[in-house]
């Protein structure tokens, strides 16, 4: 049976002394689509996304990519070569030039596609004989995602990958990624910009304090979510509205404003028993799902 | 192509390097010349052991600035590229880290070669064709003894690079170790100092200033295993490490 899952974790721990970085995560990629990979500073992203590659060994669990385990030496080597990987800050070899970055990465992947290494140098003017030590950080930015694109990975892992891009950059690099999922290409993203996530992303996986928060589909979650803005006659208590799948209540007198995960019904119909004098039901943006699941106790 | 990234790393440090130490042994010959043979009405030939001597002189000097030389090549690796943020580049490439340490210690191995190598040639090539006595069998000699015994100062660089971050302070760290196990050779150990094999202290007879016993095999041989001791520890401490 083939793997249905680009990226499996079972358990992955990373732990500094006292400090826990990664925390049991229990994360699974489905193959084929636009994973976001969220969470606030600090939250573990670029830990997880270093473990996955080998750069950073995890002190517990285990984890598979494209069927094969992170943890042996070899087979890492091996995905590696199906996984194209761009890190946050975009590093390169600033002694090259972007002609010899260029012509240095492609000897070590097969199936290089020439053609689309001319059409991205095109698109993004890249000057080949110029010293990546002296590009813009957009620039450096775009020559990194194009050694990415350019080499038909099976899986695409992008640690903010819309840093530095302005934002004619930004509308090409999303095209990109979806462009990429239809050619039957996993990606799996990390970012802040939540308007770009939502406009791109199939699958949003959010983690907290090296915690997996939320892993769901982002329609599912569109449809499931639900802010109810309730007004009452008199004031209401907030436990009278107990009713599972409420994430967060904010009163102000006799006004109510509920999150709800699920059972949106169920609470409209709890309000209004409750006597309320007015129900809204609008969908949540992704940012209020998110802030929602990263909020401090 | 790993190669290639390892040479375009270095090539800014090893041509310096190379530039100066041919330079000097081009200089110091002529000037050898000079004082050698100054027109004192002694043929050329006759005085050959005044030119050895100083033979033995332009390897002393050769020795300090090839150490040097060395453990400047010895410097970088993931561990500065980490510094510079550049590791997470190299370690998403399809190969083991076995194998980028494997390239970077064996360019580097090739370099340490020809500062060895390409100075003495100069050496070589100005002598003969000044007409100066000089024996190719002790210009390999020298060569053998810098590389046989030298090439642990080398890898000693290559270990501190693999444990100490920082790009001012792994330098500073392998010079400070060269300097101290000088002076401790010299202090408590002058019999095995490291620096009298390699300068050819040890084997040079003081009148004819030619080889007097036969290659310090036994010295070499130990510096070598010691070498390949600390290169070992450097790719154990490479492996293991998280970047």
């Given at each position: 049976m083939s793997e249905s899952f680009a990226i499996r974790t079972n358990d992955l721990t990373k732990s500094y002394r006292q400090f826990v970085?990664?925390?049991s995560l229990h994360l699974a990629v489905p193959k084929n689509r636009i994973t976001a990979f969220l969470g606030p500073n600090g939250a573990g992203k670029s830990t997880t996304i270093k473990m996955l590659l080998g750069m950073i060994r995890p002190t517990g669990g285990n984890a598979t990519i494209l069927g094969h385990r992170i943890s042996s030496p070899s087979e890492n080597c091996r995905l590696r070569q199906r996984v194209a990987y761009v890190a946050e800050d975009k590093?390169?070899?600033?002694?090259?030039t972007v002609e010899q970055l260029i012509r240095f990465t492609r000897r070590?992947?097969?199936?290089?596609q020439i053609d689309q290494e001319q059409r991205l140098l095109a698109e993004y003017r890249?000057?080949?004989?110029?010293?990546?030590?002296?590009?813009s950080k957009g620039m450096r930015t775009k020559l990194a995602l194009l050694l990415a694109f350019a080499r038909r990975p099976e899986l695409l892992i992008l640690d903010e990958?819309?840093?530095?891009?302005?934002p004619v950059g930004i509308e090409h690099l999303l095209r990109m990624l979806v462009s990429q999922a239809a050619e039957g290409v996993t990606v799996f993203f990390s970012s802040h910009q939540l308007a770009e996530v939502e406009r791109v992303a199939d699958q949003v996986c959010i983690l907290n304090h090296g915690r997996l928060g939320l892993n769901a589909r982002i329609d599912e979650l569109h449809q499931s979510y639900r802010r109810i803005d309730v007004v009452f006659e008199t004031t209401p208590s907030e436990r009278e509205l107990a009713?599972?799948?409420?994430?967060r209540i904010r009163s102000n007198g006799r006004q109510m404003t509920v999150l709800a995960s699920r059972n949106a019904d169920q609470i409209i119909r709890r309000a209004r028993d409750l006597s309320a004098v007015s129900v809204e039901v609008s969908p949540v943006p992704l940012r209020d799902i998110f802030l929602e699941t990263v909020k401090e106790d | 192509m790993l190669w290639y990234k390892a040479w375009l790393e270095t090539r800014g440090r090893f041509l310096t390097c190379l530039i100066t130490l041919t330079a000097f042994c081009f200089i110091f010959v002529h000037h050898a010349q000079e004082i050698a043979f100054?027109?004192?009405?002694?043929?050329?030939?006759?005085?050959?052991a005044d030119y050895y001597r100083l033979l033995f002189v332009t390897q002393q000097f050769l020795v300090m600035m090839w150490v040097v030389s060395v453990v400047l090549l010895g410097m970088g690796g993931l561990i500065r590229e980490r510094a510079f943020g550049v590791s997470t580049l190299t370690l998403s490439l399809p190969v083991s880290r076995c194998r980028l340490f494997g390239v970077r210690v064996a360019v580097g191995m090739v370099e340490a070669t020809a500062l060895v190598v390409l100075p003495w040639c100069a050496v070589f090539l100005t002598s003969f064709s000044a007409g100066l006595p000089i024996r190719f069998s002790q210009v390999s000699f020298y060569i053998f003894l810098i590389l046989g015994g030298g090439l642990s100062y080398f890898a000693m660089a290559i270990l501190v690079s693999s444990v100490v971050e920082g790009e001012y302070t792994a330098p500073a760290i392998a010079f400070g170790l060269v300097l101290l196990t000088a002076i401790a050779f010299d202090a408590w150990l002058r019999p095995y100092s490291l620096w009298r094999l390699i300068t050819g202290d040890l084997s040079i007879?003081?009148?004819?200033?030619?080889?007097?016993?036969?290659?310090?095999w036994s010295g070499v041989a130990v510096s070598l295993a010691a070498a390949v001791a600390m290169l070992f520890l450097a790719l154990q401490r490479i492996r293991k490490r998280d970047f």
């Open positions: 970085a990664v925390d590093p390169l070899y600033g002694f090259m070590f992947y097969s199936d290089w890249l000057p080949l004989p110029k010293k990546v030590r002296s590009l990958p819309s840093e530095g891009l302005d009713v599972p799948g409420i994430e | 100054r027109g004192d009405g002694l043929s050329r030939a006759g005085r050959p007879d003081r009148h004819t200033y030619l080889l007097s016993s036969g290659f310090p």
